[in-house]
Structures are given as structure tokens and as C-alpha cells.
């Protein structure tokens, strides 16, 4: 799990096979090593028809997902094992080498007051689980740090390496992303220096989730870091320039937030790139 991604979403919120055919085709075409799917209706994904496209097109994946809120680990850690279970499959008969995301709960998510040990047990219960069966799977199971706005439960770098850490399995990674990191690290530095021993992911996004390089992001000091710990895993391009209006409410996206895909891409993409170079990533 090394190179360069993007998240499927920038040409398609539904993993169909139009959209399928369509996100994978142009992730090949940018030259990218993997591609991000997102597994938000599992059932409805045609595992095969994706892996085919992979093959064809000489390109590996990750999944990813939010949990719903039947499945949310902090208050039915059961449900979230049902679901991971459920999602590791999938991302598995897709040819994925890693589930990732908001492994743990949903965007959504905040009780109004800090979290919790029982809450906490419940994650590491949950995940622990999942992680188990990733590991029969022969795959990677990661978890993202995401922003006091949609969650209260995992916010920063050192809170997702604490629970890394609390699970103790060699195949559960730290997932960061920029957008994220900018509302919660004393640094952005600090936040990747702190993950160093368990960070295999990133999301590279940014401030407004639109074009990288087009925002309030210090993508220096993020290279840089990234360049001193010796990063090896995957860093992936993520924005919500294709959104659906029924999920906008999840992420708080109410307006454009590039002018359109191709901006996203052409400028995005090769921002990234030239940055990696600068700084000897990979």
C-alpha cells in the first residue's frame, strides 16, 4: 500500500457500475497507483465488476466508509461489527488491500459531551473484532481522525494512535487528513509526527475540500513531516467538487468548492505530484 490515489467521489457518489467504470478509468488515466471506494451501500456493490475494472485497468484500491447510524461502535458495538464484517468482505472480493475511514462512527456523531471509557471500550471491541477478521482477509484495517464537528470521539493523531495502540494489531494503521488536521493539530507537523509509527494513509485535502494548493493548507510542513518520519503508505486526493445535495448535510459541503472536476485534477493531481517530488516522497 504505497503511491498515489484518489477518492472515487471526485467523479462519482455512487458506486454503481457507471460510476465504477468511470472513477476507475480516470484514476488510471492520471496515473495513479490506487483508487478510493467508497462502500456506502454494501449490498449493492457488484464486488466482481469492480475487481475486473482494477484488472483491466492495472490499478489497485482501498475501501473506505462512514458507519450509519444503526452501526455507530461507541453505542452498539455489535451493529458495527455486523457492518465491518460485512464491508472487509466486500473489500476483499473487490481485490482491496484496506478498509479505512470512519471505521469507528459516523460524521455525525457527537453526544454534546466528551467521550467516554465505556464509550471507548466499545470502539476497541468493535474494532478489535473487525481488525481480527480484516487479518484473516489479508487486509489492512485503518482508522481516520476526523474533525470535532462530526465526531467526538476520535479527533486528533495521538487519540487515533491511542486506539491503534489499545487494539494492538500489526494490521491497523492510522488514517490522517489534512482538511481534518488543520481544526485539530497543534501543528500540522506535530499530527503526522505523533502517527509516525502507525501512519500508512492520508488524505490529502484541502482547507475547503476543493483543489490542493488552492486553500489554506501548509503543504510544506506537510511534506516535510511526511519526508522526516520516512512516509511509505498512500496519500490520496480528496474533494467534494461531486457532491449529491441529500449528502451534503453529512459533511456540511453547501457550495461548490472548485469550479469543476477537471480543475480538481489538473491542478490537484499535479500539485501533489511536484510537491512528493520536492520533498523525495517515494
Not at 21 to 28: C, D, K, N, T
Not at 208 to 229: H, K, Q, S
Not at 259 to 268: F, H, I, N, S
Request: net charge negative.
Amino acid at each position: 500500500m504505497k503511491g498515489f490515489g484518489i477518492h472515487a467521489m471526485v467523479w462519482s457518489t455512487k458506486w454503481d457500475h457507471e460510476g465504477a467504470e468511470r472513477a476507475i478509468a480516470g484514476a488510471a488515466s492520471y496515473g495513479q497507483d490506487y483508487i478510493e471506494i467508497p462502500l456506502i451501500d454494501i449490498p449493492t456493490v457488484d464486488a466482481q465488476h469492480s475487481r475486473a475494472l482494477l484488472e483491466k485497468h492495472k490499478i489497485g484500491a482501498a475501501c473506505s466508509l462512514v458507519l450509519p447510524e444503526h452501526a455507530w461502535a461507541s453505542v452498539r458495538p455489535d451493529a458495527a461489527i455486523e457492518h465491518l464484517t460485512a464491508a472487509l468482505d466486500k473489500a476483499s472480493e473487490i481485490g482491496a488491500v484496506a478498509l479505512t475511514g470512519v471505521t469507528f462512527g459516523g460524521t455525525n456523531e457527537r453526544t454534546g459531551y466528551p467521550p467516554t471509557e465505556r464509550e471507548y471500550d466499545n470502539l476497541s471491541r468493535a474494532l478489535g473484532a473487525a481488525a481480527r477478521h480484516a487479518k484473516t482477509l489479508g487486509l489492512q484495517f485503518g482508522i481516520e481522525a476526523v474533525n470535532r464537528y462530526e465526531s467526538h470521539l476520535i479527533n486528533s493523531a495521538q487519540q487515533a494512535v491511542d486506539m491503534v495502540e489499545r487494539i494492538g494489531l500489526d494490521n491497523v494503521f492510522v488514517h490522517l487528513d489534512t482538511f481534518h488536521m488543520n481544526m485539530e493539530e497543534k501543528g500540522l507537523a506535530n499530527g503526522i509526527i505523533a502517527a509516525r509509527d502507525h501512519l500508512k494513509y492520508m488524505h490529502m485535502s484541502e482547507s475547503d475540500r476543493g483543489t490542493p494548493g488552492f486553500g489554506n493548507i501548509a503543504w510544506d510542513e506537510i511534506f516535510a513531516a511526511l519526508a522526516a518520519i520516512g512516509f511509505k503508505g498512500l496519500l490520496t486526493l480528496e474533494s467534494f467538487v461531486t457532491m449529491q445535495a441529500e449528502m451534503a448535510g453529512s459533511i456540511s459541503t453547501w457550495r461548490p468548492v472548485a469550479r469543476d472536476r477537471d480543475e480538481v485534477l489538473d491542478k490537484g493531481v499535479a500539485f501533489l505530484r511536484n510537491k512528493a517530488d520536492q520533498y523525495g516522497i517515494f
